[in-house]
């Protein structure tokens, strides 16, 4: 099992809509998460983090972390063409001697038409 | 500067060149990371360092490849005997301190191409 998993989409979603992502973890004592966006041929840029069960929301965006499914989501309202990215699921994970370390799930790429 | 800053932005070398790429963390951030991504694919870890401390490199694809850090700061990545399967985008990113709770922040990459 991947240490975080994604839904590979494509996912395609019309303006307006709510477009929603998921990822699931392997580790149960993870306690950061983050979300990353990726523009074609552009470097990942970070979005939103949570730390606690429950949702988060900043402008358009909300995560959603249940730790007790090792699952976190993002959702984006009214998803705009500009939303149109892959995004990135990375979780914080303690391997040993390794803390600190961010695992990165494989992205999902989100298509937003007008 | 306000970023990370990596350089060169792009590099195009013929097979079995050794390269050196570059990367400048944010100022204060203690931990740096190096990641490679080739096209479509996802990111692929290659080392990880923090304060004085040992890197991490467990994700070293090879002896071909390694990296320093110099006074707790710039880092760069060596990659020896350059094969075309080396070519790909390499990210480094840097966070505040190491903990659980840092997000890492990314440069914009060095784009290596291997003829």
């Known amino acids: 099992q991947k240490e975080v998993e994604q839904n590979s989409g494509p996912l395609s979603v019309p303006e307006g809509a709510i477009a929603s992502l998921n990822c699931t973890y392997s580790?149960?004592?993870?306690?950061?998460f983050f979300w990353y966006r990726q523009y074609s041929g552009k470097s990942p840029e970070l979005i939103m983090s949570?730390?606690?069960?429950g949702d988060k929301e900043d402008g358009r965006f909300t995560a959603q972390l249940n730790k007790a499914s090792q699952y976190v989501s993002l959702l984006i309202r009214d998803s705009q063409p500009s939303d149109s990215a892959t995004y990135l699921c990375?979780?914080?994970?303690?391997?040993?001697?390794?803390?600190?370390?961010?695992?990165f799930g494989r992205g999902t790429q989100l298509t937003v038409w007008p | 500067g306000a970023g990370v800053s990596q350089s060169p932005s792009n590099k195009v070398t013929e097979k079995g060149k050794d390269v050196e790429l570059r990367c400048d963390p944010i100022?204060?951030?203690?931990?740096l990371y190096w990641y490679r991504q080739s096209l479509g694919q996802g990111l692929e870890f290659l080392i990880y360092?923090?304060?004085?401390?040992?890197?991490?490199k467990s994700g070293l694809p090879s002896d071909r490849f390694s990296a320093e850090r110099t006074g707790g700061s710039v880092s760069t990545l060596t990659i020896q005997r350059t094969q075309q399967e080396d070519s790909a985008v390499y990210l480094c990113?840097?966070?505040?301190?190491?903990?659980?709770?840092?997000?890492?922040?990314f440069g914009d990459g060095t784009r290596l191409s291997i003829l």
């Open positions: 990113a840097s966070s505040r301190i190491q903990g659980s709770n840092q997000p890492q922040h």
């Open positions: 580790d149960r004592v993870s306690q950061s």
């Open positions: 949570i730390y606690s069960n």
């Open positions: 990375a979780v914080n994970m303690i391997r040993g001697s390794t803390l600190g370390r961010l695992y």
């Open positions: 100022s204060g951030h203690t931990a």
């Open positions: 360092f923090q304060g004085n401390s040992a890197p991490d």
